[in-house]
């Protein structure tokens, strides 16, 4: 017994709880639930994972790799089933480790390069963010702002290099200098768009793709006085719902949280129960551009 304990063993969780007959318990692990979309994503899966009597433990990590790591150890000592998980992009031995005691793991909303062998559930980030950059250069826009995420994330870099290919597709050279990848937590949104608005040459239209900094982002708008969308056309992730009740409302891109938590609960009850092939599979759901009336062809520059 000594060498099991040292060797970090626990009994396959799923199979014992088949076994006996008892309820399968997962762990869900998101980043911040103060983001208004982890919050509903969060009570989404919840639901889609009591519809199949599958118990939830849920754990919070404020995008720290440290609360990270001390959740995966709390729920390998809980013995849950399987993790459906937001990753923050560390504790890249602590998520194989948790496969190897036979953990099955599915990331959601992110993935991480290193672990190519883990499911993934997302929206199609890369085409999310070239659609509302091509939907901007429709209407004129040729110097377009991005507030993204961190680069080290999947969605941030692949929403940026969607940004990028809308550009290259309308032959657009990219201004470096208009692009904005803030941390999740924190105000750094609001500092973002005051950097930008204070550009010799401001942007014409502005898409916050960090969707836990557009509260900020918009605060900082409004603060400023700045005319939506007459001097600045405006595109946000995600639906929140006091995105309508602006003046104007807001356009979005919204991601389809009942769809994400769909998947995510079919793959990892799909492992637990064996159903599924080996090999990892990757699932992307197309997110919605919902127009409103943020954003209007390009005018003529306004002095700030």
Partial sequence: MRVIDELGYRPRAAARELSAGHALTIGLVVTDLSNPFFARL??????????????????????????????????????????????????????????????????????????????????????????????????????????????????????????????????????????RDVPFRGDAGGDAVGSLLAMRQPPTALIVANTAQVQSSVRRLVQMGTDIPDQLSLIVFDDNPWTELTSPPLSVIRQPLDMLAVHAIELVLGRMHGKLPDGARRIEVKADYLPRNSCAPVTAPVAR
């Fill in 42 to 179: 969060a009570d989404r899966i919840v639901w889609e994972a009591r519809s199949h009597g599958v118990q939830v433990v849920l754990m919070t990590t404020q995008e720290d790799p440290h609360l990270e790591a001390d959740s995966l150890d709390t729920l390998l000592d809980r013995s849950v089933s399987g993790v459906i998980a937001t990753p923050t992009g560390g504790n890249i031995e602590k998520w194989r480790r948790l496969r190897d005691l036979g953990v099955n793991v599915v990331f959601i909303d992110r993935a991480i390069e290193e672990l190519e062998d883990v499911d993934v559930v997302s929206i199609e980030n890369f085409d999310s963010g070239q659609r509302s950059t091509e939907h901007l250069i429709s209407l004129g826009h040729t110097r377009i702002g991005l507030i993204t995420g961190p680069l080290t994330t999947s969605t941030g870099s692949a929403r940026l290099n969607g940004y990028r290919a809308a550009h290259r597709n309308a032959s657009l050279p990219v201004d470096p200098t208009l692009i």
